[in-house]
């Protein structure tokens, strides 16, 4: 799920795993794909979405997981990643991407791009974060033994190779948007 064309409207999205195509909808429902089905990785990587670059579309990125090197997008489309590719994770780590920090822009687990007009996140600032969540997984049930474990990872927050600098670039800016007639 996502946001593919940058309207403010989270919308559907699948990919299949044995060729790695792409089928994205701007809107909820049956139907054929709004952007042309293509294809970006390789068959069994695992797709993230999120909007690496702050524009506010999301867009894609696969993760080989034999290396756990992930190679994000800017667009949706084929092409070369517009990210560096970067290794991240440990061997059986799940690839995940989200809003972290309840920011407009998505942090992959490896770092962050610069958020909306807010300071940048660091590892120190991770960590209560990190702490509220193992709580609530042990408060819901999750096995003991894969919350110590989970507990006892390491939580590194770098910047992503091409991503913006906001100390140098000045906070990411929205498209403005044009409401009514």
Aim: charged share 15%; glycine share 14%.
């Amino acid at each position: 799920m996502g946001d593919w064309d940058g309207d403010g409207t989270t919308t559907l999205g699948v990919v299949d795993p044995k060729t790695e195509t792409w089928s994205l909808k701007n809107s909820i429902g049956p139907g054929a794909p709004d952007i042309a089905p293509f294809r970006y990785g390789s068959p069994g990587w695992a797709p993230v979405v999120g909007d690496w670059d702050g524009d506010g579309t999301t867009t894609i990125g696969v993760v080989d997981p034999a290396t756990l090197t992930w190679h994000l997008r800017n667009s949706n489309s084929p092409g070369a990643p517009d990210i560096a590719p970067f290794a991240y994770g440990s061997p059986g780590s799940q690839p995940v991407a989200g809003y972290w920090n309840g920011r407009e822009v998505a942090l992959v687990a490896a770092g962050s791009s610069a958020a909306l007009a807010s300071p940048p996140v660091d590892s120190a600032a991770v960590q209560p974060i990190v702490a509220a969540a193992l709580t609530r997984l042990a408060d819901s049930g999750v096995d003991a033994g894969m919350v110590k474990q989970l507990a006892g990872t390491q939580v590194v927050v770098q910047p992503l190779s091409g991503q913006r600098d906001p100390a140098r670039d000045g906070p990411a800016r929205r498209p403005e948007r044009h409401w009514g007639g």
